[in-house]
């Protein structure tokens, strides 16, 4: 893809942008910089909520378009407006829902509403989360019974085992699903310790073609970043996906190229060539 026909960047932030301890390195925040003052768009594209976007927002400068909540949530981080909403209905979520206790007793859920904002955990999941999962203080988190966190669409609905690693879960989901013929969300994972689920056929290349659809962008002038295989989607759609080098195999195989590791700033180091400019902030 020429450097020209690139009018918007979307990247994953944790695990892409960010070095892993969530950081920002003045070398890739230069590379933003230099990348909106050539009139390109730089949009976050990302798992998380916009509490936990603002949190970084002033260090990367972002102050426009994001799509939240892996695709659910268009939201304008300056003014507030919020593009797009899509939501995992009751009954879809409350039949996963069901059906997984029963196979798997001792799961836990969160259901993450009210435009990214409301965040529903049911008791005893604030007591095996950290900041970390969803860059939210442990102590703000609540506990409110199962039903209660079904009882309302879901942006997200969070779904994790204190006991069983998040691949192991998502192979009984997997199962179930096969078995029972359930139906009406997609599921995906991050790099977080649970699994994400959606409304079916939301994901972030979803919801990012949903934005660049409002602002007149074509995929093929998308230039898109990502780790996780919550990102896998995004690289395949957008004109040229590039996977960081410690990102999980399913998303290097999914991308056009890839560069160097979040460590190494493997996005500055892509953004510089798109504009020409030359490594700074080492």
Known sequence: MPPHSVRLVATDLDGTLL??????????????????????????????????????????????????SNGSLGLHLGTGERLFESHLGVEAQRALVEALVERVPGVLCVSVRDGG???VAQEGYAAIASFEDHKREVATMGG???AEVLAAPSLKLVVRHPGLAVQELAD????????????GFAVTRSGAPFLEVMAEGVSKA?????????????????LAFGDAPNDVEMLAWAGRGVAVANAEPVVRAAADEVTASNEED??????????GVAAAGR
Do not use: K, M, Y
């Open 144 to 146: 409110h019974p199962l």
């Open 19 to 68: 070095r892993d301890d969530l950081s920002l390195s003045p070398r890739t925040r230069a590379s933003l910089d230099a990348v909106r003052a050539a009139g390109i768009q730089v949009v976050p594209v990302t798992a998380r909520q916009p509490v936990g976007v603002r949190r970084i927002a002033e260090q990367a400068g972002f102050d426009g378009w994001a799509v939240c």
């Open 266 to 275: 493997g996005v500055a180091q892509v953004l510089e060539n798109l504009v």
């Open 117 to 119: 904002e409301g965040f």
């Open 172 to 183: 009984r989901l997997a199962g179930l699903v096969a078995e029972r013929g359930l139906a």
């Open 206 to 222: 979803w919801g990012l073609a949903r934005l660049c659809d409002a602002l007149g962008v074509a995929r093929e002038e998308v």
